[in-house]
């Protein structure tokens, strides 16, 4: 279970990080935020390439964190966008998601009022993941 400040932590953590996007192609800043089953929060923000398939989203930036320091279980994940409604994780992160949170709470909130909170098995059901190869 998560709690309220974890929840209020996480989602500010998220926001911060999208100050520091580089994001100069799209214009579009992300940030994301990771709690992990130890507790501890890992922050990322979307970088761009001008080799547009060389960028990496927010989420996956902050999961690297996460897993580059030793923590390998995902327990819920908040995004921020500057927009007027929230906006949901692509599907390349969702799958990233899975291989280390497939239980996973996602948080997307934005500028506007609206927010979305969804298990991670409601954005991507019947997901192939780790599970599955043994």
Known sequence: MISDQQTSELRES????????YCCYSRFSI???VLTS??????????????????????????????????RE????????????PTAPCGACRQVINEFGPEATIFCGCDGSASLQLRLDE????AFGPNDLA
């Open 31 to 33: 940030g994301a935020s």
């Open 123 to 126: 954005l991507l059901p019947s």
């Open 74 to 85: 995902i327990v819920a994940v908040a995004i921020y966008t500057p927009t007027k409604k």
């Open 38 to 71: 130890s507790g501890k929060i890992y922050s990322g923000c979307n970088i761009e390439n001008a080799s547009y398939g060389l960028a990496i989203c927010a989420e996956r930036t902050a999961i690297f964190n996460a897993v580059s320091s030793g923590e």
């Open 14 to 21: 998220a926001k911060r990080a999208s100050e520091n996007a």
